[in-house]
T-cell receptor, first 115, second 114 residues
Framework: KAGVTQTPRYLIKTRGQQVTLSCSPI?????VSWYQQTPGQGLQFLFE???????NKGNFPGRFSGRQFSNSRSEMNVSTLELGDSALYLC??????????????FGPGTRLLVL | AQTVTQSQPEMSVQEAETVTLSCTYD???????LFWYKQPPSRQMILVIR??????QNATENRFSVNFQKAAKSFSLKISDSQLGDAAMYFC???????????FGKGTRLSVIA
């Protein structure tokens, strides 16, 4: 079974631009979560989608948004990029995400550099 | 809000030796789950072990085991017979019962010395 895939793996943007990151979950998984990882703040939860609906949201500004498609693939969009948005963005999928013991499988991440 | 603290930013261990990574957490919940994730240089997060708070027995996965002290809100990871491939960042994570996101600690970088 293929794992979680994220595209692109690396991205360089300039301040003020917008960016879209993509995540394809493991086949059969309907929950997709996004996390931001930075050296200063560590791993922080952005949002989670399940069956095309945002089910949970972290404490990030409205510039960060996402969506999920009917095939469970998810995209994350960041508008008006700031230097502080430079980070590794990790996507994780789970079958339903409703059980605390359910394993979240992470993708390799997209490394975003904002200049 | 729940918080997870890993007080050791870096640790090192000799190959074949045992090392323990510390983690404490703060929560008022009684039903929750704890995890240790490994992040090697490839950056892919891999689940190492998990523990349900309602289980008194400490979880074990091959060379990895935990010491779960619920009253002390402590959740340490012991790696036995350390191997070079164990070198990575290790993150302790907490998750409340139900559909909730993972809350991660800042991580501990483990080096394994040959």
């Amino acid at each position: 079974k293929a794992g979680v895939t994220q595209t692109p793996r690396y991205l360089i943007k300039t301040r003020g631009q917008q960016v879209t990151l993509s995540c394809s979950p493991i086949s059969g998984h309907r929950s997709v979560s996004w996390y931001q990882q930075t050296p200063g703040q560590g791993l922080q939860f952005l949002f989670e989608y399940f069956s095309e609906t945002q089910r949970n949201k972290g404490n990030f500004p409205g510039r960060f948004s996402g969506r999920q498609f009917s095939n469970s693939r998810s995209e994350m969009n960041v508008s008006t990029l700031e230097l502080g948005d430079s980070a590794l963005y990790l996507c994780a999928s789970a079958r339903t995400g409703t059980s605390g013991t359910e394993t979240q499988y992470f993708g390799p991440g997209t490394r975003l550099l904002v200049l | 809000a729940q918080t997870v603290t890993q007080s050791q930013p870096e640790m090192s261990v000799q190959e074949a030796e045992t090392v323990t990574l510390s983690c404490t957490y703060d929560t008022s919940e009684s039903d929750y789950y704890l995890f240790w994730y490994k992040q090697p240089p490839s950056r892919q997060m891999i689940l190492v072990i998990r523990q349900e708070a309602y289980k008194q027995q400490n979880a074990t996965e091959n060379r990895f085991s935990v010491n779960f002290q619920k009253a002390a809100k402590s959740f340490s990871l012991k790696i036995s017979d350390s191997q070079l491939g164990d070198a990575a960042m290790y993150f302790c994570a907490y998750r409340r019962s139900g559909n909730t996101p993972l809350v991660f600690g800042k991580g501990t970088r483990l080096s394994v010395i040959a």
